[in-house]
């Protein structure tokens, strides 16, 4: 039934039957988790051999370095090797960190805040700093901004990444705007990849700040569900043609490869920032965790081998998006009660309601005993203008369970559209 053209009286007899579907999906007692893209245990059981591939004394030497030891603030040399490979850059850019890129980026976003880019000044003696947001986006990376106090501006996604008309504007128009998170590829939550033309125009645009830096959150940049996969232009390779190396800082980690709280983070940068990075450093640590980082280099010892480890994250992962993704067709196609994107990769689904339905959703989820995501947490300062926007994570419930959810979600989702309709 298409909601939209339903008769008042066919929309109370839906709902009426939703009511009734809802109360069962409530007698189930459920207790389920869809809130975060985590690993299923299954996905966290594939890496067994790398608790082993590390099991004396005559394991911990990388050539002459003993991991054991200080030293190496820029990370072991064959695992910033791995890292070059995948992020397709010279070794020489990449550095290797702790078991986590969000704390290598909420690192370099305090360097910048306390000492300044090394073309400028710190950015807490700017009278106010402003951060282009695109959203639906990543809620922790609002997080880092919020917590700063800097200024969120909303930028909304295209098909083909950030709406770089109003992106270029701002940027090239307002000092104050000093950067941008972006998630290039297969982004969160939307899946969505960004096309070799706005990677283009985000290297080539013109910036009234000298010090804006682009926070390129490669999560996900090996994380296809299948064969048919998104393709990303290296973001470096496009800078190089306009001089602007230094605008990008490029993050990624095994987090969802190897172990999610035990993986190793990276990021990739000019030799500038690298050279900044470094210095300010020394007074911060003396060296990462090299024997994890060793680990990871045993294990998976080159891109091959990480491609390769992927392929059983998909067959793991693929089956739990199709099926969502049929029952979101099934139970929600043609009715208008919402739409979603298809991804090729990643680790959600995201979902837009009829507008004004996502908060209520998320209620009569959690009344159901499905936990998810808050309404709103994938826009700055959790605000959804919409009321329309919900982030579906398949990764960590077993198959069945996984059901159960999108089940409820479903009947959570229609229900709510019809009451809206009902109250127009």
Known sequence: MNLMTASRQELESLRTELLAKFEACKAKGLKLDMSRGKPSRAQLDLCEDMLTVVS???????????????????????????????????????????????????DTMMRLWVFGAPNGKPWCREEKVKWLCPAPGYDRHFSICQQLGMEMITIPMLDDGPDMDLVEKLAAGDPSVKGIWCVPKYSNPEGKTYSDRVVRRIASMKTAAPDFRVFWDNAYIVHHLSDDRDQLLNVFDAAKEYGTEDRFLEFCSTSKISYAGAGVGAMAASEANIAWTKKLMTVQAIGPDKINQLRHVLYFKDKAGIEAHMKKHAALLKPKFDMVLSMLEEHLGGTGAGTWHTPKGGYFISFDAMPGCAKRIHALCKEAGVVMTGAGATFPYGNDPQDSNLRIAPSLPPVEELQAAAEVFCVCALLAAVEKRLEA
């Open 56 to 106: 004396g004394n005559a394991d911990v030497f990388d050539g002459a370095t003993d991991t054991r030891n200080y030293g190496g603030l820029e990370g072991l040399l064959s695992c910033r090797r791995l890292f070059a490979d995948i992020m397709e850059v010279p070794v020489e850019m990449v550095m290797a960190g702790g078991n986590a890129s969000l704390t290598m980026m909420y």
